[in-house]
Nanobody, 129 residues
């Protein structure tokens, strides 16, 4: 059974850097898994932040506001996903979720929430000005 556990959130001030982590377990040995970060702000719908292929070589930033500020990466040896959040803004305040799904090829990229089969419980990030 696949399990995703996010960490690294907290209450922080604007500007500066913060790195979120997602630890995955239960993956099939040799399996390919696409992964992504989503977020949901209070009173808002969940939105996609960034997606990454199973091989890590292809990324897609769904939110124009995070392009150039956030970096998605993964370490397959550790079954870990990361989100480096630079130049934080109060608008980044949200619960951040890690998501994963089996993928056919190493460079396959998913982009929609319904495509992801596994979800973490989320980690809260609060950015104050």
């Amino acid at each position: 059974q696949v399990r995703l556990v996010e960490s690294g959130g907290g209450s922080v001030q604007a500007a500066g850097s913060l790195r979120l982590s997602c630890a995955a377990s239960g993956y099939t040995s040799g399996g390919l898994y696409c992964m992504a970060w989503f977020r949901q702000a209070p009173g808002q719908q969940r939105e996609g932040v960034a997606h990454i292929s199973s091989g890590g070589g292809t990324t897609f930033y769904e939110n124009d506001d995070v392009k150039g500020r956030f970096i998605i990466s993964r370490d397959n040896a550790k079954n870990a996903l990361y989100l480096q959040m630079n130049s934080r803004k109060p608008a980044d305040t949200a619960t951040y979720y890690c998501a994963s799904a089996p993928c056919t090829y190493a460079n396959t990229l998913l982009s929609a929430a319904p495509e992801y089969k596994y979800w973490g419980q989320g980690t809260q990030v609060t950015v104050s000005s």
